[in-house]
């Protein structure tokens, strides 16, 4: 229940934000292969998804931010362009303070 309403709170955040480009295969990565323990902070964009384009920080697992890129990718009419990556932030109220929303 938690993936799918970050899935939605990612969705709908991101129809909100600025966006940058510096894309990735998300379909490649292998969510089992990642970290779903250690929770930190992520930058995540979205470019040409036709419906949530931007970037946003989330304080969470590596494996639950590459589900929702999958996800967004998956349904969006363009395949989206992707990329993520560890910022830093000691604690969930720091990370989700750089969201301008």
Do not use: H
């Amino acid at each position: 229940m938690k993936k799918i309403l970050f899935a939605i709170f990612a969705v709908a955040a991101l129809a909100f934000t600025g966006c940058e480009n510096k894309g990735i295969d998300i379909m490649s990565l292998d969510v089992n292969q990642l970290d779903n323990t250690e929770y930190t902070c992520w930058k995540f964009t979205v470019e040409r998804s036709g419906f949530c384009d931007g970037t946003m920080y989330s304080w969470d697992t590596e494996a639950n931010v590459v589900i929702v890129l999958q996800e967004i990718y998956k349904t969006s009419k363009n395949k989206a362009i992707v990329s993520y990556e560890r910022t830093p932030a000691d604690d969930k109220d720091g990370c989700e303070s750089k969201n301008d929303f």
